[in-house]
């Protein structure tokens, strides 16, 4: 089916009280994984490149762009494509042609007032050229190899009040919030903070994401979607997946060179974590709110 946009895929999640998975790609098996894993779930799902990926391609955008995209035309489920934690103004310019209906512009590092300033001027930008834009506010720890962040450390945890000023001063549609989760967790041993997402969920007037979700149980994931969370970002679950699947192939057989041979179970793998994190990310029921 065509390719769909994030924006409508969220409003849906939101009328239907429930979340919305979104999973990282990083290679072409990553969207196929994700492909079947929404199908097998049955559930809409968001294919997202971080500015991380399109550096590990060589700095091109389009090669995997319009491969997400082939694949989300061939995918049974609706499939968007959404260009994550975007920090260089030309790469989220680069968005609209190469296919993306939403983009996350992270500010995060910056001091509060420049952070808003730059995120305003980038959803303005985004809405002239028909992009849904996402924004962080706190801070969600363990990006780009950085040690994680304790959830009591200064700065950590987003703040609702200082959320809606940040919203209405940005004009962001979707804000990423800091509740206790951390990026790259490969142990699922986050404890969200549930009251601070119904403050926030009661606070800010656009959908909440979680980012770093991997690390987060599946009932702390559910209850964070009934308290208030929509769209739920996951990476690092599909590397644990792919990875040792890898790794288990090569040890059985050392003399392999074709790389079809691992690739393949390692895909599977990474599916059907796809599928089992779908399930439950559409599960929750979330807060009935507005998009």
Not at 11 to 40: C, D, K, M, Q, Y
Not at 144 to 153: K, N, Q
Request: charged content about 20%; proline content about 7%.
């Amino acid at each position: 089916m065509p390719l769909a946009r994030t924006a409508e895929l969220l409003a849906a999640a939101v009328s239907a009280r429930r979340g919305l998975p979104a999973f990282n790609v990083i290679t072409l098996e990553h969207a196929e994984a994700i492909a079947s894993g929404a199908e097998r779930a049955a559930t809409p799902a968001v294919l997202q490149i971080s500015q991380n990926a399109v550096a590990f391609h060589g700095g091109r955008l389009l090669p995997l762009a319009r491969a997400c995209t082939e694949i989300a035309a061939a995918a049974r489920v609706p499939l968007a494509l959404h260009l994550d934690h975007v920090e260089d103004v030309e790469l989220l310019r680069a968005a609209p042609a190469a296919g993306f209906s939403s983009a996350m512009f992270d500010a995060s590092a910056l001091p509060h007032a420049e952070n808003v300033k730059a995120t305003a001027e980038a959803a303005a930008w985004a809405h002239r050229h028909g992009l849904h834009l996402e924004a962080e506010l706190g801070r969600v720890g363990g990006k780009d190899g950085e040690p994680p962040l304790s959830p009591h450390a200064p700065g950590a945890r987003t703040d609702p009040r200082e959320a809606a000023g940040y919203v209405a001063d940005t004009g962001v549609d979707a804000l990423a919030v800091a509740v206790g989760s951390s990026h790259a967790m490969t142990t699922r041993t986050a404890a969200l903070d549930h009251d601070l997402i119904r403050r926030l969920a009661d606070a800010v007037p656009v959908p909440l994401v979680l980012h770093g979700s991997s690390g987060v149980p599946d009932d702390q994931l559910s209850t964070g979607i009934a308290a208030g969370l929509v769209k739920i970002n996951i990476g690092t679950a599909l590397n644990t997946a792919f990875t040792p699947a890898v790794r288990r192939y090569l040890a059985g057989d050392d003399r392999v060179t074709d790389p079809r041979k691992y690739l393949a179970p390692a895909r599977t793998a990474m599916a059907e974590t796809v599928a089992r994190l779908a399930g439950v990310v559409t599960r929750g029921r979330c807060c009935p709110r507005t998009a």
